[in-house]
């Protein structure tokens, strides 16, 4: 599920609302707390958020927000691929989102060429080369529901149980946990009318908001889209050029300090040809 926490609304927040946040995004200070102060944090949308509940900005002006993943233990383990296959059926969604999103916000500097958690540890610690290489070319952008994600990785999972001779397992103390995601998401009061203002901003955005605008936005809008499209449809077709060139950056297998570079050089393009006469 998310948290929203909205530092222009007045809801007094005890003690352990304000660890539980600072522990996740350490140095943020909520308006004049302790002593006194305020901040709205309540129950915002599950994680991966219906169709029906899109975050919309259309007809609105951009509102910048950011976000960080908690990670919360399930108690849910697995031992060797069959037990991770009759673990990954049953375990909660936040789960598959934790594992394949949140090591874009806490990356792994040891194992660069895998972008999930569970191609990590088929290769490091099933010493599968096989299974891990399948695991890490899923990419999970490409799927409108997060149980079709699912589906694809148990898919993998059983045709390599089906042609292995023997399951493999891993050594104890090397179990994969599971981890289950909650986002938490930050108002951080600024919002810009015209998508011209954002060429100064989008380079300065956190790594936090390029995550929750550019990957959380695919699902929670229609057609798996970005937060700028989406916005940016509201304007009609004047910015079709712009809203073209946001559309075709691939967010998979990338870094957030890439995307963000990605996103800013669609901006900085775009209205560089409009200056110049040659985009509309």
């Not at 599950?46 to 951009?62: A, H, L, P, V």
């Amino acid at each position: 599920m998310s948290i929203f926490v909205n530092t222009h609304s007045k809801v007094t927040i005890n003690k352990y609302t304000m660890l539980f946040v600072n522990a996740i995004r350490p140095g943020i200070r909520l308006y004049g707390y302790p002593g006194g102060g305020f901040v709205k944090v309540y129950q915002f949308l599950y994680f991966y958020r219906s169709k029906n509940t899109t975050y919309s900005m259309i007809n609105e002006g951009f509102k910048i927000l950011d976000c960080a993943l908690i990670a919360i233990a399930t108690g849910e383990k697995a031992q060797n691929l069959r037990e991770f296959r009759d673990r990954l059926k049953n375990v909660h969604p936040g789960c598959l989102y934790y594992h394949f999103w949140g090591g874009l916000l806490h990356p792994h500097f040891d194992d660069p060429e895998f972008q999930n958690d569970f191609a990590v540890w088929a290769s490091r610690y099933l010493h599968d080369p096989k299974i891990s290489e399948q695991l890490a070319i899923i990419d999970a952008n490409v799927f409108e529901d997060i149980e079709d994600l699912r589906n694809e990785i148990i898919e993998i999972v059983e045709e390599r149980l089906f042609e292995s001779e023997h399951v493999p397992w891993v050594k104890t103390g090397q179990e994969f946990h599971f981890i289950r995601s909650q986002i938490v998401i930050f108002d951080t009061g600024v919002s810009y009318a015209d998508p011209l203002e954002l060429l100064d901003v989008i380079p300065k955005m956190s790594l936090g908001s390029i995550f929750f605008h550019f990957i959380d936005s695919r699902r929670r809008t229609p057609g798996n889209r970005n937060d700028f499209s989406v916005w940016l449809t509201g304007f009609g077709d004047k910015y079709e050029g712009l809203i073209e060139a946001l559309d075709n950056i691939d967010p998979s297998f990338t870094t957030l300090h890439e995307l963000r570079q990605e996103i800013n050089n669609a901006f900085t393009n775009y209205f560089k040809e409009v200056s110049d006469g040659k985009s509309t």
